[in-house]
């Protein structure tokens, strides 16, 4: 994935536009996504990439995480 298709990515999971996904915009992406398995599970996984724990993915950590 290009830098700027993670950034438009990331725009489109961020629907508030404050440059940071929490963990309901999380839900309702991975959802979008289509993503399988249990709900619950991938943003669990997801928040796993939460490297400074404020409960936040800023767009660093949410490159991490689909690196
Ligand atoms: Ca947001
Ligand atoms: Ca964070």
């Known amino acids: 994935m290009t830098e700027a298709e993670l950034r438009a990515l990331f725009d489109e999971i961020d629907t508030d536009g404050d440059g940071r996904i929490n963990i309901v915009e999380l839900a309702e992406g991975i959802k979008a996504e289509g993503g399988q398995g249990h709900l619950a599970e991938e943003v669990k996984k997801a928040m796993e ?17 689909l690196k």
């Not at 990439?49 to 995480?65: S, W």
């Open 49 to 65: 990439a939460d490297a400074n724990h404020d409960g936040v993915l800023d767009f660093e950590e949410f490159r991490t995480l």
